[in-house]
């Protein structure tokens, strides 16, 4: 995912992170839905666009952040 972000087409992307142990029992976990470490959520204006979990492949994240990107346009 680094080098996704360093691609300047993806520059208005904001990632936030979260240590999964902490995370894991709060309620902006339970009200997003986050069931499993290695969940990647995008959002475009307020609205939840898409989510991918467990996904590691480049193609993958990269698809994510272009659907999110689209949205929010």
Not at 18 to 27: G, R, S
Not at 61 to 66: N, T, V
């Amino acid at each position: 995912m680094s080098a996704l972000l360093d691609n300047p087409a993806y520059k208005a992307v904001r990632v936030f992170k979260a240590d999964w142990d902490e995370f894991k029992k709060t309620p902006l976990a339970s009200d997003l839905e986050v069931r499993r470490r290695s969940t990647l959520i995008t959002f475009a204006k307020g609205n939840e666009v898409d989510r991918v979990i467990a996904t590691t492949g480049e193609s993958e994240i990269e698809a994510l952040f272009k659907n999110c990107l689209a949205a929010a346009s």
